[in-house]
């Protein structure tokens, strides 16, 4: 697999959208990465040309950015990127950088945040049962936050 994967931070230029494709949901939604240089000579700092990014987060991913992510909000996102040019309704080629997205978190290096565990599904007859400490009794490891089920 030729993917090319990117690791970039930014701002999020507007708020979390979610949509449904079949029964998975999706989440997008834009960051602006602006890089920062120092120039030893003189001693300041400049900014170079903004890059919006649109991301795409799906399922249980898309889910918590949703719920966890606000516009201005500083993130880190890690993913696979396309571009897709186009010629919009100004008869202009405009091309898009577009990440589908494999994690996304906070900025620390701006502010603090607190991390709350995802809850697993309900459990049903086939899965197994916990323990008295939330972990499974067949001595598998907990949930990551991430899985949201057994799978049989």
């Not at 249980?60 to 396309?82: F, I, K, M, Q, Y």
Request: proline residues 4%.
């Amino acid at each position: 697999m030729n993917e090319s994967m990117v690791t970039f931070q930014g701002y999020l230029g507007g708020e979390v959208r979610t949509r449904q494709a079949g029964e998975a949901t999706v989440a997008w939604f834009r960051v602006a990465s602006t890089p920062r240089r120092f120039h030893r000579g003189s001693g300041e700092w400049s900014d170079g040309p903004t890059q919006w990014y649109t991301v795409n987060a799906w399922r249980a991913l898309g889910e918590h950015c949703a719920a966890s992510l606000t516009s201005g909000d500083p993130v880190v996102v890690h993913g696979r990127l396309t571009q897709s040019t186009w010629v919009n309704g100004d008869g202009v080629e405009v091309t898009s950088l577009e990440v589908d997205a494999v994690f996304v978190g906070h900025d620390l290096n701006r502010g603090r945040t607190r991390f709350e565990k995802a809850t697993r599904a309900a459990a049903t007859s086939a899965q197994p049962a916990e323990a008295a400490d939330g972990r499974p009794a067949d001595g598998a490891p907990a949930s990551d936050g991430l899985v949201t089920g057994w799978v049989a």
